[in-house]
């Protein structure tokens, strides 16, 4: 069957040239994205440059937008994105900046890894053979180390399009992978740097990053276990970590958000600058007659009471 | 002009190995890469690592007898033993580097079993036990600061009084060529399955380092034994972990009769590897196959096993085939899969050549012989890996200064600047894929001379048309065609070796399988090939196999 792909072109040396191309080529089907791809690059137009190794979903070299959303090309099928011969859009991966036409530079992503000291540190004597590590442990790991740091995450993450520092899905799954393995020995100086600014409390859980992941490593996840491993191991300073105990005291005790409560609560009561800096938008909402001057209260407190009861009880 | 004592060209498990031992010893070492290490081929090992670990009560020697009845007897014997008794502290220390290795219930590594072997030695990652080894590697390289020239294409060595002393380079993103100078160069650039089509290897693998290696005069060994795996998917060639039969799984025809107890009754569908391809294809050819497959059963095995022990065999059958493990058999076919042959290396892989080195599937030690045994590909690079490093970075302290000779790199500009000024003709793909299927026809799981005669001419006729492949791109940023058409020149190296090998061995013996000779001749053939290029053709040489302590026997599986 035909299929038309239009694709996001870039030259570097002629950036005044670029935009969209379309190629409209012979599909089988049982072809791939980046079967076509191919068979554009080999048939139709040697200038087109994209990366890709494997063909099998392991090599992580393929990650690109597909009609606006990051996949693995080599394990999207044409007519699963195209079921009717639509026209299929294809971009580079988002949040890095474009080399040329679908090939983008993936310093940042490495440069992110490497901030979070991506290798076992175990101290103590080296043992004679392996670490003893329960099966369940290790078993859990491997869907972390699914991973193929194809970038899909990074591409489509909607925190790092507005604050390119944040560490990303893709470091902080890496991340929470040394923090759970027991064979690390830093997990404390590890929760302790993901605490800061740019680390896990700056995930906005938008679950993009869940969504195209091509491996399901549930990066999003990852975050939140640390967010909470954080907590326990008493890192309890920054606003997000105020803001998870203020909303669930509240929850608890009214059944509702105390939603002023909580914003104080979170930057901190002291926090004058913080406090200052969002005045305007509480001015806003009383001029509105939106300010929640109390407290709302849920009609039957005593039931949510009880399932924080059960949930704290387990 | 960069420079450096040791230089590694490749980093997958092999050369990030290499690279973590050259920064342990502390020499000036750096890794040259044409894709992030990470995106190496290596990944796509899915089942396993081979050790015999001794405190478990395995012996070295089971392990080194079933690499040698695997390999037909072509293995080197010294250099088997080495790597067996190696293997446990090569695994250990993978596992101490971080490798999250399947555990048992005491908190163990845990094992699976693999074909052509007595016991269960498989240590494994699920199946992505490649992947698992090659980021922990990449872990180390970042820990050890090694120096990654990345996304940086080799295409020529600096060859100086006969000497191997660095490279020329294209750094792809900006398209500039630049001189590496160093006193060692180990060649780690893995294996060559572009050369055949279909195949399980990636669009990566395309054997540079074996051609550059043959064209400095250091010979290619037993380049004729070519792999067959016998689980890859039709059309595509993805591959199916020998895990799947390692675990249970059936192969069947179609009449759903277990045809394995016919060819091996003794290990059924764990028999070593050219076994079970030779099986399969000859139920295909005697019309017991579907389509030209047969099929590959694991329903017995139960969905929750499947998921969890198998995860990558379902994330491929259900996005590549739409089809369900754990409901349905699945079509699948000999594939090729990986080359035994390679750049000879003694056992701390030094070639013939001064300061070249090789490690990996592009080295030839040689382990594997004739058919290497599932799960001992990783085993190599990094019992090899390590051996090369140590051996080129103390081979490094022997060499005086780099010279300032920048020859090669004229060379080469002009080289580069030829292939872009030539006239639109012949599109390098089209002629690697003329080529490939060339070489899947006439040396196949079955080949024959006329098989193997047409697989010459052809690649000959290439080789002569090669001249007129042109390049589209014209640009210096991140330009795939223009390396795509210098591949192809080192592909044609490569395939004309394996035709020479195969033309030379007149027997059968491991993957070798000749339906006109079908015997192995241990009295003429206890021999390697050496494949030296001549001038624009080849020249065939041979060398007695090591043998030590294993008289080869009749193999039965």
Redesign the interface.
């Known amino acids: 069957m035909e299929q038309t792909l239009r694709v996001k072109r870039f030259?570097?040396?002629n950036p005044g040239a670029s935009g969209y191309q379309e190629y409209t080529i012979e599909v089988e089907e049982?072809s791939t994205i980046l079967d076509a791809l191919i068979k554009i690059?080999?048939?139709i137009?040697?200038?087109l440059?994209?990366?890709?190794?494997?063909?099998?979903?392991?090599?992580?070299?393929c990650a690109m937008r597909v009609n606006g959303q990051a996949k693995l090309v080599c394990?999207t099928r044409v007519n699963a994105v195209a079921p009717n011969g639509e026209t299929i859009t294809i971009d580079p991966p988002g949040n890095m900046p474009v080399?040329?036409?679908l090939?983008v530079?993936?310093k940042p992503f490495?440069d992110k890894?490497?901030a979070v000291e991506?290798?076992?540190r175990?101290e103590g004597p080296?043992p004679?053979?392996?670490?003893?590590?329960?099966?369940e442990s290790?078993?859990h790991?491997?869907g972390v180390?699914?991973c193929?740091?194809c970038g899909a995450c990074v591409s489509d993450c909607t925190v790092l399009e507005v604050d390119s520092n944040f560490l990303g899905p893709a470091a902080l799954a890496k991340a929470y992978r040394f923090v759970q393995?027991p064979?690390d020995s830093h997990k404390q100086d590890r929760l302790s740097v993901l605490n800061n600014y740019s680390g896990v409390w700056d995930c906005t859980r938008c679950m993009q990053c869940v969504e195209v992941c091509p491996k399901d490593v549930n990066p999003m996840g990852r975050i939140m276990k640390l967010r909470d491993l954080a907590m326990e191991a008493g890192f309890n300073n920054t606003s997000g970590s105020r803001h998870t105990e203020s909303f669930a005291k509240s929850v608890k005790k009214n059944g509702r958000l105390d939603e002023t409560k909580l914003a104080v609560d979170s930057m901190g009561r002291f926090n004058v600058p913080a406090l200052l800096d969002s005045a305007p938008v509480g001015l806003r909402a009383m001029r509105k007659g939106k300010f929640p001057w109390k407290a709302h209260k849920s009609s039957e407190p005593e039931m949510v009471k009880r399932v924080f009861e059960k949930v704290e009880g387990e | 002009m960069h420079q450096h004592d040791v230089l590694i060209i490749g980093a997958g498990l092999a050369g990030l190995r290499a690279a973590v031992e050259a920064a342990r010893m502390g020499v000036d070492a750096a890794v040259v890469t044409k894709v992030h290490p990470v995106r190496s081929h290596s990944n796509a090992a899915q089942g396993g690592i081979n050790a015999p670990l001794t405190d478990r009560g395995d012996e070295w020697e089971g392990h080194a007898l079933d690499t040698i009845k695997g390999s037909d007897y072509l293995a080197d014997q010294d250099a088997v033993e080495l790597m067996s008794r190696e293997a446990g502290a090569a695994i250990i220390e993978l596992e101490h580097m971080g490798v999250i290795f399947s555990r048992n219930e005491d908190g163990q590594l845990g094992t699976r079993r693999f074909g052509g072997q007595k016991v269960a030695r498989t240590f494994f990652v699920g199946a992505i036990t490649g992947s698992a080894m090659l980021h922990v590697l990449y872990e180390q390289a970042i820990k050890l600061d090694v120096n990654i020239y990345e996304e940086w294409f080799v295409s020529n060595l600096i060859i100086e009084d006969g000497a191997c002393r660095g490279v020329v380079a294209m750094n792809i993103h900006s398209g500039e060529l630049h001189t590496i100078k160093a006193k060692a160069v180990i060649m780690a650039t893995g294996g060559a399955g572009r050369v055949f089509e279909p195949s399980t290897n990636a669009l990566i693998c395309t054997g540079e380092g074996l051609g550059l290696a043959y064209r400095a005069g250091a010979p290619l060994m037993d380049m004729e034994m070519i792999q067959y795996h016998p689980t890859t998917l039709a059309g595509s060639g993805i591959l199916l972990s020998e895990a799947a039969r390692g675990e249970g799984a059936y192969l069947l025809n179609s009449e759903g009769e277990r045809f394995m107890k016919t060819y091996a009754p003794d290990y059924l569908e764990l028999a070593s590897r050219d076994v079970v391809s030779r099986a399969e294809q000859t139920e295909i050819n005697e019309g017991r196959g579907i389509d030209g497959n047969i099929l590959l059963d694991l329903r017995h095995l139960g969905r929750q096993f499947i998921e969890e022990r198998l995860g990558y065999l379902q994330e491929v059958a259900v996005e590549f085939l739409g089809m369900d493990l754990a409901e349905q058999p699945v079509p699948i076919r000999p594939g090729m899969h990986y080359i035994m042959g390679g750049i000879k290396t003694n056992v701390d892989g030094a070639t013939e050549v001064p300061g070249l080195y090789a490690a990996g599937e592009t080295a030839n030690v040689s382990v594997h012989g004739g058919n290497r045994l599932g799960a001992n590909s990783l085993l190599d690079t990094v019992v090899f890996g390590r051996r090369a490093a140590v051996a080129a970075a103390e081979y490094a302290r022997t060499v005086g200064l780099h010279s300032s000779d920048e020859s090669m790199l004229e060379l080469e500009k002009k080289r580069y600047q030829d292939l872009l000024d030539r006239p639109a003709d012949l599109r390098s793909a089209h002629v690697r894929r003329e080529m490939a299927e060339n070489m899947t026809a006439g040396i196949g799981v079955f080949r024959d001379q006329a098989s193997i005669d047409g697989a010459i001419a052809k690649v000959e006729e290439l080789r002569g048309v090669y001249a007129r492949v042109a390049v589209e791109n014209k640009g210096k940023v991140f330009n795939t065609d223009l390396m795509s058409a210098i591949e192809l020149e080192y592909m044609l190296d490569v395939a004309q070796a394996v035709c020479a090998g195969a033309d030379a061995r007149k027997e059968s013996r491991g993957a070798h399988f000749r339906t006109d000779m079908p015997e192995r001749d241990d009295e003429n053939w206890l021999k390697h090939t050496l494949v030296y290029k001549d001038g624009d053709g080849a020249r065939v040489e041979t060398l007695d196999v090591t043998i030590t302590n294993w008289q080869p026997v009749e193999r039965v599986y």
């Open positions: 030259d570097p040396e049982t690059r080999e048939e137009d040697g200038t440059s994209l990366r890709c190794s494997c063909r099998a979903s392991i090599c992580g070299s394990k080399i040329t036409d090939v530079d993936f490495w890894m490497r991506p290798y076992l175990p080296v004679e053979t392996e670490y003893i590590a329960s099966a290790m078993d790991l491997v180390v699914n193929i740091m393995d064979r």
